[in-house]
């Protein structure tokens, strides 16, 4: 056998089984490993006890699936937060993004849309709530946000609400370019030259949040205590 | 069609094998759902360089982003807590399945990262060179790989593995 058999035994090892029963092979190994599987007893037994293994553990797997997530959630929210990213990645000088994607579709040029000037885009489900900032329904027990870049200065202040509702608003500092309202969390269009803070008021649902600040790792944050407000900075790419 | 349509598109139509794969893998179909949206949005933010195999791309991309998570929650996990179980219907269906979800979860957990990725993509269709590229592995070891995890996650399910019909 060359290449697949077992180096003491001269018999195909599992992983040459498997790629049979995969039909991963070339066309030599293949009939290498049919020639050898006709004549050897042992290795046929294997081959039956490979493949019935792959079956009992793809049913197992069926079996143990969760069912199907409570809300089926729709990519469409989504789509605005997108529009902004994409004006963000061109105004930024970023790499065409749109260009691989474009391809996929071999359809038409992509289209940049301008997201409204200075005001918070509110996809459905959510209400708008003047300049102060917007409100929510979040789902899931996880709330995201996503701050596109480090600002200059500027904090993000979290606190435990009554409300079934999220709210976010602006508390000190210029207006952010864009907050999209994701059924997840939310997206803030701010820039390096920033120093907006923020305020974010959590529903007794969310039990934690997650931030995410330019490419920076996720900074899981656990629902604040009682009344007590939790605070992180978001000047510099240090903290 | 714009670039956030294009994006979708591919999103969802493979959405359903997506899910599976990270529910399986992370044992939450919440999360499962919350990452979903995250590669949508990385693929957004970061498309990739090579375009030869969007759907690969995706689930590595995936993957990743729930070993980040599952870092993150393991660091936090005495905080937080676990999530809550969905509301039952027929409780001792209920419970019937919850254990073998359990079970299953348990089993999965049990593997490497490096091994679930690789057989939880071979369930979903993956051929041996994609999950090659996903792993950092060669084409030629994934069998060898894969075969291992089988052996494995078969021992913690209790299905009979070649390794115990040789014994008997």
């Not at chain 1, 009554?162 to 999209?180: I, L, Y």
């Not at chain 2, 090579?50 to 993150?72: E, G, S």
């Not at chain 2, 999965?108 to 269709?125: C, F, H, K, V």
Request: net charge positive; charged share 25%; proline share 7%.
């Amino acid at each position: 056998m060359n290449g697949t058999a077992d180096a003491i035994t001269g018999h195909p090892d599992d992983g040459a089984l498997l790629r049979l029963i995969d039909a991963e092979c070339d066309a030599g190994e293949r009939t290498e490993l049919e020639a050898h599987l006709r004549v050897c007893r042992r290795c046929r037994d294997r081959f039956d006890g490979v493949r019935g293994l792959s079956e009992a553990v793809s049913e197992r797997l069926r079996v143990g699936d969760m069912p199907v997530p409570r809300r089926g959630r729709s990519l469409a929210p989504l789509k605005a937060a997108a529009v902004i990213l994409l004006v963000g990645a061109a105004a930024a000088g970023a790499q065409p993004i749109g260009r691989w994607i474009a391809r996929l579709a071999a359809g038409p040029s992509p289209t940049v849309v301008s997201p409204p000037p200075s005001s918070p885009s509110v996809p459905s489900g959510a209400t708008r709530a003047a300049h102060a900032g917007v409100s929510f329904v979040p789902t899931g027990s996880t709330l995201t946000v996503v701050l596109r870049a480090w600002q200059r200065a500027g904090t993000l202040t979290l606190v435990a609400g009554r409300d079934s509702t999220a709210a976010f608003g602006v508390s000190d500092g210029s207006a952010p370019p864009g907050v999209t309202v994701l059924p997840s969390g939310l997206v803030i269009a701010n820039d390096s030259a920033g120093s907006a803070s923020y305020r974010l008021t959590l529903p007794p649902e969310i039990e934690r949040v997650s931030v995410r600040i330019a490419t920076a790792a996720p900074r899981v944050i656990a629902r604040p205590a009682g009344a007590g407000p939790e605070t992180i900075g978001l000047g510099g790419a240090g903290q | 069609m714009s670039r956030s349509d294009d994006a979708e598109a591919l999103v969802t139509a493979h959405r359903a094998s997506l899910i599976r794969y990270l529910a399986r893998y992370t044992g939450d179909a919440d999360l499962a759902e919350d990452l979903v949206q995250e590669t949508y949005m990385r693929l957004l933010e970061r498309p990739p360089a090579d375009d030869r195999n969007p759907r690969a791309w995706l689930f590595t991309v995936a993957t990743n982003l729930a070993r980040d998570r599952a870092r993150i929650e393991q660091r936090r996990t005495e905080l937080v807590g676990t999530t809550s179980p969905a509301a039952p219907d027929d409780p001792a269906r209920v419970v019937e399945r919850a254990e073998t979800r359990a079970r299953v979860q348990a089993a999965l957990a049990s593997l490497t990262p490096r091994d679930r990725t690789a057989l939880l993509m071979r369930e979903e269709g993956f051929r041996h060179r994609e999950i090659a590229e996903a792993i950092g592995a060669t084409t030629q070891s994934v069998g060898t790989i894969l075969a291992r995890a089988l052996v494995r996650l078969g021992r913690g399910l209790g299905v009979p593995t070649p390794e115990k019909k040789e014994t008997r």
